[in-house]
């Protein structure tokens, strides 16, 4: 299907546990983002890649660590996942350009017990 | 880093209502877009704006961006629950794409 796609959907992971978070997209977009959203607020940047093997940091990056060696994959991995960590977390991507549409996934909530 | 603004961060208003939210910063932007995010739901575009004192309609919602490039506003005319989400701004120009922390507007019957 084309489109942007997170797996899984619902995942609950105990203190300490590393977590990978995964993204997909089919149409080949340059940048890929990852944010995070509590209860009840925005959203905010923890990584984002403009391509293929270049990712930087966003606004809270602590505790996260991303690849990107294909341009559809963007996965997100909690090393040592904390309950401060719990969250929803949304992969989105788009093309190149200012002002171009971003695109979202549906979402993973992570809670961490 | 730019610091983005939106108010109020929390509106609850009867259907039919008219009301409007803001966007601002101290930082000129390149072009700002607006997102609503429905519950359970990814944050969709609704517009983007380029030009300083422009003005787009989508229907019922009016956008404008400041003569400046710094600030923007939403406004919704006669409201309807279908309007209820967050509403977050986002400015253009950089690589990263960065939001405000929203408006959660709700819409009662």
């Known amino acids: 299907d084309a489109g942007i796609t997170q797996s899984p959907r619902y995942k609950i992971t105990e203190t300490g546990r590393q977590v990978t978070l995964m993204c997909h997209q089919t149409?080949?977009?340059?940048?890929m983002f990852w944010y995070r959203q509590d209860l009840g607020h925005g959203l905010r940047l923890i990584y984002y890649?403009?391509?293929?093997?270049i990712t930087d940091k966003g606004e809270v990056p602590d505790g996260y660590v991303v690849s990107r060696s294909k341009t559809e994959n963007f996965p997100l991995t909690l090393e040592s996942a904390t309950r401060s960590q719990t969250s929803v977390y949304f992969c989105?991507?788009?093309?190149w350009g200012s002002g171009t549409e971003a695109f979202f996934g549906q979402g993973t909530r992570l809670t961490v017990v | 880093t730019q610091l983005l603004e939106q108010s109020p961060q929390f509106l609850s208003i009867q259907e039919g209502e008219n009301l409007t939210v803001y966007c601002n910063s101290s930082?000129?932007?390149?072009?700002l877009q607006w997102y609503r995010q429905e519950p359970g739901e990814g944050p969709v575009l609704l517009v983007t704006v380029v030009t300083g004192g422009e003005v787009k309609k989508l229907k019922r919602l009016t956008f404008q961006f400041g003569d400046a490039r710094k600030d923007s506003s939403l406004h919704i005319t006669a409201a309807q629950p279908g309007d209820t989400g967050l509403y977050l701004c986002a400015p253009q120009g950089a690589q990263k794409l960065v939001f405000g922390q929203g408006t959660r507007l709700t819409i009662n019957p």
């Open positions: 989105a991507s788009r093309t």
């Open positions: 890649s403009a391509a293929a093997d």
């Open positions: 930082s000129v932007f390149s072009s």
């Open positions: 149409w080949s977009h340059s940048y």
